[in-house]
């Protein structure tokens, strides 16, 4: 159970109380920390790093990994990456896009200046004097400029949001021009099919023409010859002038 947070020194209020205690682990191990308050909120937090997934945050490079707990009305934020593990306490009434911004922020600073050097084999605690104040910085840094982050974010939320649409309408265009290629297919088919069957509908009609000849012929034929049997048997010949 998380104890009420009590400022060391005098009392405050307001946003001064959003962000009660950071750190950055590498693994379990506590590099730095820092806070303006008292209470049990840093062994609550280390329980919570202990409960983190160990391949949590893309060792190979890949995108962070975000975890929060909530307990008695503040968050406990995490950010895993490359090993390493960002940490901040809030109020639960703050915004949640201010616990974000903080910790990239303090992702990214820690990195600038630790990355694959001291802090690989830095000893528990052994950061604190150095980073500590860095950390402070940090989060007045945040909390100074908390509403315009908010509308950064929100504009980037946006803007990721317009990306998503556009990217989407692409793969429905890219999935209509699919089938317009399909389209295009069938009726090339539909064309050939069309051709071969004029084709064959010219060879039907020569084929139908020259058997109308031979039956025209033929009849021909017949008639002649009815004629020529008809002209020998009045004429007694081929001959009718001597009748």
Known sequence: ??????????????????????????????????????????????????????????????????????????????????????????????????????????????????????????????LNKEYGPVIKQHMQYVLDHSEEIEKTLKVQAQVSEVKNIMLENIEKTLGRGEKLSELQDKTSDLQSQAQEFKKKGVKIRRKTWLQNMKIKLVVLGILLLLVIIVWVSVCQGFDCTKH
């Open 1 to 126: 159970m998380a104890s009420p947070p009590g400022k060391k020194g005098e009392g405050g209020g307001g946003k001064a109380e959003w962000l009660i205690y950071a750190f950055v682990a590498r693994g379990t191990a506590v590099l730095a920390e820092y806070t303006e308050f008292t209470g049990n909120f840093p062994a609550l937090a280390a329980q919570c790093l202990q409960r983190l997934p160990a391949s949590g945050g893309g060792g190979g490079g890949g995108a962070p990994a975000r975890f929060s707990y909530a307990c008695d009305g503040h968050t406990f934020n995490f950010l895993l990456h490359r090993g390493y593990a960002y940490c901040v306490v809030a109020k639960e009434s703050v915004p949640k896009n201010v616990s974000v911004a903080f910790l990239e922020r303090l992702k990214d600073d820690f990195m600038k200046r630790y990355g694959g050097g001291k802090a690989d084999t830095a000893l528990a605690k052994s």
